[in-house]
């Protein structure tokens, strides 16, 4: 009898464990709960941490995030407003607002993800397809880094945009928001991981680049080639400038030393005889050196100067 009861007692309290067991349940700080019974949802979902309870073997917990979930896309080839194909890779983080509308349309995070594919792809095709390349492309109407001219031929050279980059995307999450709301979703932000050109628009955008930094190389070797031509003009100006004064400067240096050597000359000349003797003989000595070699032939009056010079040589 007595091993009977204990035994018993241990079935009874085996039962009571499966049974508390298969009642209780723990809700984290992380996590929100749908409660199923036969598949289908009952009460609300419960979304405060802590312990609870449920009817055994009857109802059944259906866990789902409370954090912020990741939704990364593939990447696309979409076209753009001015028929140029870009590659688009989108990602978004989202959340499970309202656990039980998610259970009942979706059931799970796998078909959320699944349903996120048409919606938020679906929205990036829509508006990229309705704006040019450079709305995709570029943010806003930024101002070149650098200054001078050459800011402001690249500010030429840039398309203006009215809408741009960050305004779309919030466009793809505001309309994305609008079909996810129903599925008790939301999706908290959406961005382009990357925009990517195929290979013909890669080219385009390659020669255009080119064209515009030839474009600006070729204004600035204009300016410097006007540039030089003026400081070359301006040095040939002062360089004969500076000739005519040295030129005319030494004329009056030479001017003025070959008068006061002939008044030298005239001074030394009137003063006495022997002097002027002494004139006459040098200015003829420099005659015969700067007139006569060794090759010379010369027929003389007996009354000139040389022929008196020379007969006294004799």
């Known amino acids: 009898m007595k091993t009977n009861r204990i035994i018993v007692i241990a079935i009874i309290l085996i039962v009571a464990i499966i049974v508390l067991a298969q009642s209780a349940y723990v809700v984290k700080e992380y996590e929100q709960v749908v409660i199923t019974?036969?598949?289908?949802?009952?009460?609300?979902?419960?979304?405060?941490?802590?312990?609870?309870?449920?009817?055994?073997?009857?109802?059944?917990?259906?866990?789902?995030?409370?954090?912020?979930?990741?939704?990364?896309?593939d990447p696309n080839q979409v076209p753009t407003k001015d028929k140029k194909f870009i590659f688009v890779d989108t990602y978004a983080r989202w959340q499970i607002t309202d656990p039980l509308q998610?259970?009942?349309?979706?059931?799970?995070?796998?078909?959320?993800?699944?349903?996120?594919?048409?919606?938020?792809?679906?929205?990036?095709?829509?508006?990229?397809?309705?704006?040019?390349?450079?709305?995709?492309?570029?943010n806003s109407n930024r101002q070149p880094i650098s200054e001078g001219e050459i800011s402001e031929l690249i500010d030429d050279s840039l398309v203006h945009i009215e809408v741009g980059r960050e305004k779309i995307q919030q466009m793809i999450l505001k309309a994305s928001n609008e079909q996810a709301s129903k599925l008790g979703i939301e999706v908290l932000d959406v961005r382009f991981k990357r925009i990517n050109y195929v290979e013909d628009v890669r080219e385009q955008v390659y020669e255009r680049m080119?064209?515009?930094?030839?474009?600006?190389?070729?204004?600035?070797?204009?300016?410097?080639?006007?540039?030089?031509?003026?400081?070359?003009?301006?040095?040939?100006?002062d360089l004969k400038t500076i000739q005519s004064e040295a030129f005319r400067t030494a004329e009056e240096i030479k001017g003025e030393a070959d008068a006061k050597a002939a008044s030298i000359y005239a001074s030394a000349y009137d003063k006495t005889s022997n002097a002027r003797q002494l004139y006459g003989f040098m200015k003829s000595m420099e005659t015969f050196r700067r007139t006569f070699d060794t090759t010379t032939s010369v027929i003389l009056s007996t009354e000139s100067d040389l022929y008196r010079y020379l007969k006294n040589m004799q």
């Open 102 to 138: 998610f259970f009942k349309r979706l059931r799970n995070e796998r078909g959320a993800q699944s349903r996120l594919d048409d919606i938020i792809d679906g929205e990036t095709r829509d508006f990229i397809a309705n704006h040019n390349l450079e709305e995709a492309v570029r």
């Open 210 to 237: 080119r064209s515009e930094r030839h474009r600006i190389a070729d204004k600035f070797r204009s300016e410097g080639q006007g540039e030089a031509s003026r400081i070359n003009g301006e040095k040939e100006r």
């Open 37 to 73: 019974q036969f598949g289908k949802p009952i009460g609300d979902a419960k979304s405060t941490p802590g312990l609870k309870f449920k009817k055994p073997f009857i109802h059944k917990t259906n866990y789902f995030e409370k954090r912020f979930l990741e939704w990364d896309g």
